[in-house]
């Protein structure tokens, strides 16, 4: 999904990530480590850690790059 997002817009590659992993994360805490808390709850959290790391710190990262392509991939 991040790649078909990204040749149309860059900001919007984060956003398969985050809602795969806001589904998918707490089914697999619940019946692979045995998770006592309730799906919706643990959409909500994981949604909003995956907002702030991949939402937040990746669009921060993407930007620095950006401005600075030239100086870290260097050939």
């Known amino acids: 999904g991040s790649y078909y997002l990204g040749k ?3 900001w919007l590659v984060c956003l398969p990530p985050i809602l795969s992993n ?9 019946y692979a480590y045995g998770s006592t808390d ?3 709850y643990a959409m909500l959290t994981v949604g ?3 907002i702030l ?3 937040v710190l990746g669009n921060l990262l993407l930007l620095a790059l950006e401005r600075n392509h030239r100086a870290v991939f260097t050939q």
């Open 38 to 40: 309730l799906i919706p």
């Open 22 to 30: 806001t589904i998918i994360v707490p089914w697999v805490l619940r």
């Open 53 to 55: 790391a991949i939402g």
């Open 48 to 50: 909003i850690g995956e």
């Open 8 to 10: 149309k817009n860059k």
